[in-house]
């Protein structure tokens, strides 16, 4: 176990302040980090390092008034100066009767994941990786490979009376890289995975293998001809960030208090295909990282956000659904986990007469009408239910809330990347303009 005895004086230290200003709900976090860093570029391993950081984040309600600062500093004199701004930042706003605090937790203590690394296998893993791509994907341009421990202790304490102690080490896996024949080059490519233990090889986790495939099949595109309307499958990280769209733009606290979402007034009404089930979950057990309290300082629950395609929360805080007049949701995570479907990713395919596989969309985030469009991206045209060639110059437009009514079907794989659970998904009536 660390020694906690920094992250406590800091913690005492601002309560004391707060018991000065009787009249002032506040909640706060104080963090120490601890990152192993394994770093290679141009071909070598360059760089092992450990940092260590601190993080303090307080958050205050003076007057019916919401203020946060945050620094990286335990210094006290820090500390006072941003508690003090935390003050400022609340006289500054507006008064709200909604804001507030989540009442007062039992003391808890939490330990999460891998506390303690294992340099040495993380290093063997990282070589093992490197001659895997070395040996198997010619084609393959290295830019940056990063790999990581991080160890985070957190207090969190409110006004009401919680103390949650949070312990939580895991591992990441950062990757960029290009498809590249000593000529021609396929655009620059990202992958981020973030794992418990290093009980498997990284070239096995999250769709990094199969990235690597598609890089080195990107480097000869070619345009699609002309403007059709037909079925993309998005592979399941291109799906999440369309359901990370939704959540903005249809389900967050300013949507719904404004009554300005697509989703306004549908809670228990179908919205989507009933193909699609999601639960945001950062309890489930392939997730990494999680999230043991909220926001707003209430403990975590797993809960329900579409069942058979209808809509069973919003993502409101509790001052979202206070203003709302709503229920709030039970976590504030991007723990995303959607149930598979009946068909394989290869059946997939064989089920598209004329189409996209997309990995990725080069656009704007879409404005609450939904409405999106942008280029498609470690993209590939589909003709008579076989992959063709790489696309490029090819654009797709659709409508991100609308188009889940449009799944034909979800994969039975799912990727599982640390932060989502996510199969690839098969959306009809997406319009794709080519040459």
């Known amino acids: 176990m660390s020694d906690m005895t920094k992250i406590y004086k800091a913690s005492d230290y601002i309560k004391g302040l707060l018991q000065e200003k009787k009249d002032v709900k506040a909640q706060y976090e104080v963090s120490e980090l601890v990152t192993k860093e394994i770093s290679y570029e141009n071909g070598d391993f360059s760089l092992f390092r450990t940092l260590f950081d601190n993080e303090v984040t307080i958050k205050v309600i003076a007057d019916k008034k919401k203020g946060q600062t945050s620094t990286n500093s335990f210094d006290e004199a820090v500390l006072k100066e941003t508690f003090e701004n935390a003050l400022l930042s609340a006289e500054s706003g507006t008064a709200d009767d909604c804001f507030d605090i989540a009442p007062k937790n039992e003391k808890e203590e939490f330990l999460l994941g891998d506390l303690e690394p294992d340099v040495d296998k993380l ?76 009980d498997t090889p990284l070239m096995e986790l999250g769709r ?69 089930n999601i639960t945001v979950s950062p309890w489930d057990e392939r997730i990494v990282e999680g999230e043991v309290y909220t926001e707003d300082g209430f403990r975590s629950k797993d809960f329900e956000l579409i069942t058979d395609g209808v809509l069973k929360s919003y993502f409101t805080t509790l001052y979202g659904a206070n203003k709302a007049g709503v229920e709030r ?10 149930e598979p479907g009946e068909i394989t990713f290869e059946e997939m395919i064989k089920s598209v007469d004329k189409g996209l596989l997309v990995g990725m969309i080069s656009c704007g985030m879409p404005g609450v009408n939904g409405e999106l469009s942008g280029v498609a991206k470690n993209a590939f045209y589909i003709e008579n239910g076989e992959i063709k060639h790489a696309v490029s110059e090819t654009m797709v437009s659709f409508n991100v809330v609308k188009m889940l009514n449009d799944i034909v079907s979800l994969s039975k794989e799912v990727v599982c990347d640390g932060s989502s659970v996510i199969p690839y998904a098969c959306v009809d009536h997406i319009t794709i303009s080519g040459k």
Not at 142 to 163: A, C, P, W
């Open 123 to 198: 290093m063997q893993r990282a070589r093992e990786f490197a001659d895997d791509v070395e040996a198997n994907f010619k084609n393959i341009l290295v830019m940056k490979m990063i790999f990581q421990h991080v160890r985070k202790d957190t207090l969190y304490r409110n006004t009401s009376g919680s103390e949650d102690t949070v312990h939580f080490g895991s591992y990441a896996f950062l990757f960029e890289y290009a498809g590249n024949d000593g000529k021609n080059t396929a655009g620059i490519s990202f992958a981020q995975v973030e794992f418990k233990d290093l």
């Open 208 to 276: 990094i293998r199969k990235d690597l495939e598609e890089a080195e099949q990107s480097i000869y595109p070619k345009p699609v001809e002309g403007k059709f309307e037909g079925k993309v499958i998005f592979t399941p990280a291109c799906f999440k960030m369309g359901l990370y769209c939704c959540g903005g733009i249809a389900l967050s606290d300013s949507v719904i208090i404004d009554k300005a979402s697509l989703w306004s007034d549908k809670l228990g009404e179908k919205v989507a295909s009933e193909k699609l």
């Open 329 to 338: 949701a039970l976590n504030t995570s991007k723990a995303i986990v959607v």
